[in-house]
């Protein structure tokens, strides 16, 4: 068996297109404010790609930059600015934070309605209870990957490995309301491989090359690679054996051009449906 490969970037390009078409439906364009704290190399990247995908798609973008000594009293009155910019519908705070500001702060100070990365508190809660709401942008776009397979998740099992609140807690909680059977495993979990190989789906997300082998894969099964690493020549790769285990799985996203694409393109999507609700919200007198 050779697995198909899902193409995270032909379905981005989708996306992305309908999103597009979304955003000149209304009357205002809609605003994504992104603010950088520091001089994180890797932090700039994923700014800049951010700022142009918004450019690209019919979004208006703002880039707040501010050096690494930038107090978090200055930050908290910029994010509470921005809560109050009607012409502003999404809030990003890049991570890593300069050691100084506290991230759980910063995040609980944006308005809910503006948590395009459906990092708060009050976000999860809304993931957590079934209610409707801006969700995290990779657990969400991994979705959609799996959607894009055709499969339903109805009664399947699906295994995740990794627990973070960024991407395997949400993953779950998503899993879970699709009807999937869903177990969370950790570092601490003794036997992953026990888990792995009775999986329908398998989303890899712990940020450790090699962690999902072909050894441990059911056949057939749909495989989720959410891991960003480097191999010994330097070579982008993710948390699975991509060449061993798609001779076994059935469906498998590739790294590069899975998973990473996609996680832009909800962050466009939650910016979209953050300024379709607020243009659908009368204006209070």
Request: charged content about 20%; aromatic content about 2%.
């Amino acid at each position: 068996m050779t697995a198909q490969i899902i193409d995270g970037v032909a379905l981005s390009r989708r996306i992305r297109s309908e999103l597009a078409e979304r955003a000149a439906r209304l009357p205002q364009r809609p605003g994504l404010a992104v603010i950088l704290v520091g001089e994180d190399p890797a932090s700039a990247v994923y700014v800049r790609n951010k700022v142009k995908a918004c450019a690209e798609h019919g979004l208006h973008s703002v880039l707040e930059k501010y050096d690494a000594g930038f107090a978090e009293a200055a930050l908290l009155e910029r994010i509470a600015a921005l809560n109050a910019d009607p012409s502003i519908h999404g809030i990003l705070v890049q991570m890593p934070l300069p050691r100084h500001i506290d991230p759980h702060k910063v995040i609980a100070a944006i308005d809910t309605k503006k948590d395009v990365d459906g990092y708060s508190v009050l976000s999860a809660g809304e993931l957590f209870t079934g209610m409707p709401g801006l969700r995290p942008c990779t657990p969400w776009g991994c979705m959609k990957l799996i959607e894009s397979t055709g499969q339903s998740l109805r009664g399947k099992h699906a295994v995740v490995i990794g627990r973070s609140n960024t991407v395997g807690k949400p993953m779950a909680l998503m899993l879970l309301q699709a009807n999937a059977t869903v177990t969370i495993c950790h570092s601490a979990t003794p036997d992953l491989a026990v888990h792995t190989r009775a999986a329908d789906v398998v989303v890899a997300a712990v940020g450790r090359r090699d962690t999902l082998t072909a050894a441990m894969v059911k056949p057939g099964a749909i495989v989720i690679d959410v891991g960003m690493n480097r191999n010994d020549a330097g070579k982008l790769c993710g948390d699975v054996d991509t060449a061993g285990v798609a001779e076994v799985a059935g469906w498998i996203t590739p790294v590069p051009g899975g998973v990473g694409p996609m996680t832009i393109t909800m962050l466009l999507a939650n910016t979209v449906e953050a300024a379709e609700a607020a243009m659908a919200t009368p204006a209070r007198a």
